[in-house]
């Protein structure tokens, strides 16, 4: 459990729902914070009688989703000089070509990596938020896609929290290793899937025909005639 929970926890307590607005809205705007536990603890509380669960659930997704679009507008501003230095840097922090075809791909499967980065992988969550803006991703889309993730990743940990109680830090603790979980998985699948194309591009270059050597040239003494050949003993016909 994060260090700052009990504070936190101490806050949305005493402030109640203007502290979990502001809580979840820095969270979603690059704060660190324990942003799941504090929703899955505001869930818990919700069964006591002390909050009403569907205005909880209004507050943190429009919350969740204003952080957002702050981290987009950072990203719009700055992001793009920061991934074209890094693109053209001479040190190569990150090798080129590779930062070309994840720009390119970010433009095909933007929408699933914005609402993946909010509920399975949320981890990535700002990274992907300031990668949306820094490439210029049409705002509507990256709204459409971030409150459809935020309502999954918003309202999974305040239902969870709701349906157990005060076993909500068990919870938590659960949600914690399916995280990780699923992250160490999604992390060897694109290990082996990198490794599946360089076997086959090794192969390709093996099964390619090998080019045949030229003919060598003869050499000068053997390309000469008989007559000339005898002809260079050295007697002179009488």
Do not use: C
Not at 16 to 27: Q, R, T
Not at 98 to 116: M, P, S, T, V, Y
Not at 202 to 219: D, K, N, V, W, Y
Request: avoid cysteine; proline fraction near 7%; charge should be positive.
């Amino acid at each position: 459990m994060s260090a700052l929970l009990p504070y936190l926890v101490n806050w949305l307590q005493e402030y109640g729902y203007p502290a979990l607005w502001g809580l979840v809205f820095l969270g979603a705007a690059g704060i660190p914070l324990p942003i799941t536990l504090l929703l899955l603890a505001a869930g818990a509380f919700a069964v006591l009688g002390d909050y009403n669960l569907g205005l909880l659930a209004l507050l943190a997704v429009s919350a969740a989703v204003a952080g957002d679009s702050v981290g987009y507008s950072l990203g719009r501003r700055w992001g793009g000089r920061l991934l074209d230095y890094l693109e053209h840097s001479p040190q190569h922090w990150i090798p080129q070509q590779a930062l070309k075809r994840a720009r390119q791909l970010f433009h095909r499967r933007g929408g699933w990596a914005i609402f993946l980065g909010r509920t399975v992988f949320s981890a990535f969550g700002v990274p992907i938020t300031l990668l949306s803006g820094a490439e210029r991703y049409p705002y509507r889309k990256f709204l459409l896609f971030d409150a459809l993730g935020e309502l999954v990743g918003v309202g999974l940990p305040l239902s969870l929290g709701f349906l157990f109680g005060a076993s909500w830090e068990a919870v938590g603790e659960i949600l914690g290793m399916v995280s990780l979980l699923l992250l160490t998985l999604a992390l060897a699948t694109w290990l082996s899937y990198r490794l599946l194309l360089l076997l086959r591009r090794l192969r390709a270059t093996h099964a390619e025909p090998q080019p045949r050597p030229h003919p060598q040239l003869e050499e000068p003494e053997r390309a000469a005639s008989p007559g000339a050949a005898s002809g260079s003993s050295g007697s002179l016909p009488l």
